[in-house]
């Protein structure tokens, strides 16, 4: 079954304490992409990828890395997490580099305190 | 600056009756507009795709329009169904980046 998995679905951690969410699609995109998802704000983007080896800013980076050292995986790294990156984070990929569907995970819900 | 704005207000449908869920942006020139479905505690799911040189796009009982003048999307649910209950998403991309709005939630009452 074609699809995009997140790992943990549930997350609370501590302030500063690195965390990494995992995220693999089995669809062979070229492109993947994280988001947060916040009352009121909906989706923004944090980063995406074009393909192996190429990562770009979205319009929320602040806090964030990410790597995309191989096609099916894009993990998110939060190196020093805090209590404003209290979100519902969404990975996404889709194929090639144009216009195209773009197909979700089913979310991580993070809690830091 | 730029901005996705959708219906701000939940909209509440008797079934059977047509929804219709606006999508206005600023300071955009999409090369296509996206409408995706959220159930909550989920993914969206991409449902629809026009691009700017079309005018309305259609799917079993779903249309959109684009109007690059006005900048606005319309989204019409048709004969609407208690089971289309949930947020629908404008989002617009110029390839790399897709940008959301924030969605409306839409609940059809059997």
């Known amino acids: 079954e074609a699809q995009v998995t997140q790992n943990p679905r549930y997350l609370i951690t501590v302030t500063g304490k690195k965390l990494t969410v995992t995220c693999s699609q089995n669809m062979n995109h070229e492109y993947m992409s994280w988001y947060r998802q916040d009352p009121g704000l909906g989706l923004r983007q944090i980063y995406y990828s074009m393909n192996v080896e190429v990562t770009d800013k979205g319009d929320v980076p602040e806090g964030y890395k990410v790597s995309r050292k191989e096609k099916r995986n894009f993990p998110l790294i939060l190196e020093s997490p805090s209590p404003n990156q209290t979100s519902l984070y969404f990975c996404?990929?889709?194929?090639?580099?144009?216009?195209?569907?773009?197909?979700f995970g089913p979310g991580t819900r993070l809690l830091v305190l | 600056s730029q901005k996705i704005e959708q219906n701000s207000e939940a909209l509440n449908i008797q079934e059977g009756k047509t929804a219709t869920l606006t999508c206005n942006y600023t300071n955009y020139s999409p090369a296509y507009l996206q409408w995706y479905r959220q159930d909550p505690g989920r993914g969206p799911v991409f449902l629809l795709l026009i691009r700017e040189n079309e005018k309305e796009k259609r799917k079993e009982r779903l249309k959109v329009t684009f109007d690059t003048t006005l900048k606005q999307s319309l989204f019409h649910i048709t004969a609407s169904q208690p089971a289309d209950s949930a947020t629908y998403l404008c989002a617009i991309s110029n390839d790399y980046k897709l940008s959301f709005g924030a969605g409306t939630t839409v609940t059809v009452r059997a």
């Open positions: 996404a990929s889709k194929e090639g580099q144009g216009m195209g569907t773009q197909y």
